[in-house]
């Protein structure tokens, strides 16, 4: 694994079911975070985890749960999903307390809900 | 309370003309700004990033933007655009020295022409 790996790449859910997508990064970076990405609207942050064992809520986390058992994954789940849900989904991870802040980003989960 | 602006969605340029992508942000604190860049269907990619030292930030790919706060901009720029550089383009800010949340701007489209 070299930096962050997303499963699925893309998926197609009918509503109302239960979906996780999985993320997990190999550098050991204490922060992680899940943002979606909607035409027009650019990317907004779900829910973030500053360190492992802690998680927090982001601009838009209504409809969605993570959690944080280790530091490598950071796990999103829909519980029950809704055609709102469609989105394209992007975890990113940095080094929580670094001056700079940079998060790297993985390749996205595309979804679908119908 | 932060925010970004990318005052154009859409910018189309010649393959070596220059670029200039516009963003003005809001901040009540030092900020710390970057961009970043995202290929179809690809994840982001960090540019370039301003953390309160050298006002003129030199980045990836011959990409630079300039930190003015009189102005309130951070304006992404490139002396000769490039086929390669057909891309969406983010201008996010965060708070300096403090947590990692970004906020992202909604993005500019560049598109070259041969």
């Known amino acids: 694994i070299a930096g962050i790996t997303q499963a699925p790449t893309s998926q197609i859910l009918a509503a109302g079911r239960r979906m996780t997508l999985r993320c997990t990064q190999d550098?050991?970076?204490?922060?992680m975070y899940w943002y979606r990405q909607d035409l027009g609207l650019g990317l907004r942050l779900i829910h973030y985890?500053?360190?492992?064992?802690?998680?927090g809520k982001g601009e838009v986390p209504d409809g969605y749960s993570v959690s944080r058992a280790n530091t490598d994954d950071f796990p999103l789940t829909l519980a029950s999903a809704v055609p709102s849900q469609t989105s394209v989904y992007f975890c990113?991870?940095?080094?929580?307390?670094?001056?700079?802040?940079?998060?790297?980003f993985g390749p996205g989960t595309r979804l679908t809900v119908l | 309370a932060q925010s970004v602006t990318q005052l154009d969605s859409h910018v189309s340029v010649s393959e070596g003309t220059p670029v200039l992508l516009r963003c003005n942000y809001s901040?009540?604190?030092?900020?710390?700004l970057f961009w970043y860049v995202q290929h179809p269907n690809k994840g982001l990619q960090l540019l370039l990033k301003?953390?309160?030292?050298?006002?003129l930030v030199k980045g990836i790919n011959g990409f630079e933007a300039e930190f003015k706060k009189s102005e309130t901009s951070f304006h992404l720029t490139k002396p000769s655009a490039h086929m390669s550089d057909a891309a969406e383009y983010f201008c996010?800010?965060?708070?300096?020295?403090?947590?990692?949340?970004?906020?992202f701007g909604t993005g500019t489209r560049l598109q070259v022409f041969p």
């Open positions: 985890s500053n360190t492992a064992g802690t998680t």
């Open positions: 996010v800010v965060s708070r300096a020295y403090n947590t990692d949340k970004l906020i």
């Open positions: 901040s009540s604190y030092s900020p710390s």
């Open positions: 550098m050991r970076h204490n922060a």
């Open positions: 301003y953390t309160s030292a050298a006002t």
């Open positions: 990113a991870s940095s080094e929580s307390g670094r001056e700079n802040n940079e998060q790297f």
